[in-house]
């Protein structure tokens, strides 16, 4: 697999809260977290009513795109292996990275 870096937009395996299954999901890196492990957000094409959700339409991006308009749910982290990152798809402008990140630590700050 490439190089990742954070903006990168990913498939991967993303894991249930429960951790009894999985399913394949586009993801957002956003850091590296050592010995090949990145720290991701999760992406759906279902804003879930989540006023945090931060958009992701084809001007979000960079290089590549997703099959639709996505949301980024930034209270859902994740910590995964390089391994188990199935594909790069896209990779989000500066400007977008920063909203992402922003809403992330929204989350973390309580808000």
């Known amino acids: 697999m490439g190089a990742f870096a954070a903006g990168s937009a990913v498939r991967i395996a ?27 957000v999760m992406v759906t094409s279902n804003p879930f009513a989540d006023e945090r959700a931060v958009v992701l339409d084809a001007a979000a991006f960079a290089t590549g795109s997703l099959s639709r308009v996505s949301f980024v749910r930034p209270a859902r982290l994740f910590t995964a292996h390089e391994a188990v990152m199935l594909s790069t798809v896209a990779q989000l402008t500066p400007k977008s990275l920063a909203r992402v990140v922003e809403a992330v630590v929204a989350v973390v700050r309580g808000g």
């Open 14 to 40: 993303f894991p249930f809260t429960d951790l009894t299954q999985s399913k394949v999901r586009p993801a957002v890196v956003l850091a590296a977290a050592g010995r090949q492990d990145w720290v991701l």
